[in-house]
């Protein structure tokens, strides 16, 4: 133990990210940047140790002891893997592991920051959100819930559209009575389950089939560039396993189909078949409208040449 806290009132400072404290004495806490820089209040680091609990090395691993022990401004360092930060009180806020970075569909994601907007729902009682590889929809993000009551996962959704970029949502949602554990207390992060149906899938709970004909193309170019039997007009794109190639597979068959030049951050920016419907059809009233307009331009300047205009 290298940091203490004292809990005056528990029912009214605790929250989904306790502090763990300050630095005991003789002890230094450093939230370090990549390029090992100090960081300011709030802003997220690593954490380093510093100070006479620090150990001289690991037992016979070289390699790891040069990994994770530094000299800085020569003081020596021991490289934690936390990420925290400094509260405006001096405390420091724990806020998961560095190693917990993965990359989703060309997008570097911090899982530690899906936790914590997942754990600081009133209806969640502890989350974990992991990279699942699957053969039929490659790297997806998918959160596993212990729920302290019924959480309606379309509910959860919702909040986390507020909280996070669309990147960061998961694409399927797990409850669990428990989280797994290994013996020394860890998460067993390879002991969670994968989602077997489509009520764990971060798409909506009940399949809303096409009503235009629009929709209805729509649904079939997503159901065949994505490899699935069927998509719902409200569900995600990218929650059925989209990513940017495929992205940019769809965008070519809608300038194939409808003949409209939709740049790929259309889909991103409106990633369910209602709302891509709507994109559409609004391009297609534009370029009516500029067609309208050169025509009459056209018009127009062919009479004021006319020789009678000229007179």
């Not at 490899?227 to 809608?254: C, P, T, W, Y």
């Amino acid at each position: 133990m290298v940091t203490s806290f004292t809990l005056k009132d528990v029912a009214s400072s605790w929250s989904p990210l306790p502090s763990i404290g300050r630095a005991i004495a003789n002890t230094q806490i450093y939230i370090l940047d990549r390029h090992l820089q100090p960081l300011p209040i709030g802003v997220p680091g690593e954490l380093y140790i510093g100070g006479v609990a620090i150990a001289r090395s690991y037992i016979n691993s070289p390699e790891l002891t040069a990994e994770k022990f530094i000299v800085k401004d020569g003081n020596r360092l021991y490289k934690t893997g936390d990420r925290a930060r400094y509260l405006a009180d001096g405390n420091i806020e724990f806020l998961g592991r560095i190693d917990n970075q993965v990359k989703v569909r060309g997008f570097r994601i911090e899982l530690g920051e899906i936790e914590t907007v997942l754990a600081a729902h009133p209806q969640v009682k502890e989350a974990v959100v992991i990279a699942r590889v699957d053969q039929s929809e490659g790297k997806r993000l998918v959160a596993y819930i212990v729920p302290k009551q019924h959480l309606d996962t379309s509910e959860l959704l919702c909040y986390l559209k507020q909280k996070l970029p669309e990147y960061m949502l998961p694409s399927a949602f797990v409850k669990l009575l428990d989280v797994p554990l290994t013996p020394s207390g860890k998460i067993e992060r390879r002991a969670l389950p994968a989602p077997l149906s489509r009520e764990t899938r971060n798409i909506s709970t009940d399949l809303i089939p096409p009503r235009t004909a629009t929709e209805e193309v729509l649904t079939a170019i997503w159901s065949d560039v994505l490899g699935l039997e069927k998509v719902g007009i409200h569900d995600n794109f990218f929650a059925l396993g989209g990513h940017s190639l495929s992205a940019m597979q769809v965008i070519a068959r809608l300038r194939e189909t409808f003949k409209v030049e939709l740049p790929i951050s259309c889909l991103f920016d409106y990633p369910t078949v209602v709302e891509l419907d709507r994109q559409i059809s609004e391009y297609r009233q534009k370029e009516a409208g500029e067609q309208g307009s050169r025509g009459a331009g056209e018009r127009g300047s062919g009479e004021n040449s006319s020789p009678s205009a000229l007179l």
